[in-house]
């Protein structure tokens, strides 16, 4: 299994707050609003040479308390699971339904009473010309993942 992860992320905000948000994933439900009307997330796409009419998908993300899931072209539902919950240190994910078996680690620790620190980490069985074909994008974006997690407002 190809491992990847993320730069360690700095949150102003306790681990207790860190934890309870991240470890319901309803709780990811406002900030996928905020990004499908935010004209600086439209913005970043266009940079990135995409079209901000993607934005629109995000109405097709499932969310429970235990698991995400949104379609993908060619593969159908792809979804993430809650497998183990390590009050206030770690969330751990599998998918289902997905062509790639993965796992997915967010660990946050306490800095301080007040911040935090996370970091993302994603294990997949990716075949050898796969992992050189994406890996560094795997991991670009698992950062860029962490990077959005951090902004959440805890």
């Known amino acids: 299994m ?27 439900r ?16 266009r940079e990135a040479g995409q079209d901000p009419a993607q934005l629109e998908k995000l109405d097709e993300v499932t969310l429970t308390p235990d698991r995400i899931s949104f379609p993908a072209p060619m593969v159908g539902e792809v979804a993430l699971a809650v497998v183990e919950r390590e ?6 994910f599998q998918t ?12 946050v620790l306490p800095v301080t009473d007040t ?12 075949n050898p010309m796969i992992k050189m074909m994406i890996g560094s994008k795997l991991e670009k974006g ?13």
């Open 2 to 28: 190809a491992k990847y992860e993320s730069k360690i992320k700095h949150i102003n905000a306790p681990v207790e707050s860190v934890y309870a948000t991240l470890s319901n994933l309803e709780n990811l």
């Open 30 to 45: 406002p900030m996928l609003e905020n990004a499908r009307n935010s004209e600086v997330v439209k913005e970043k796409i």
């Open 87 to 92: 009050e206030n240190k770690c969330i751990k």
């Open 96 to 107: 289902e339904q997905s062509p790639v078996e993965a796992n997915l680690w967010i660990q």
């Open 115 to 126: 911040t935090s620190k996370m970091r993302l980490t994603l294990k997949a069985d990716l």
């Open 142 to 154: 698992l950062d860029q993942f962490a990077d959005m997690l951090a902004m959440i407002p805890y």
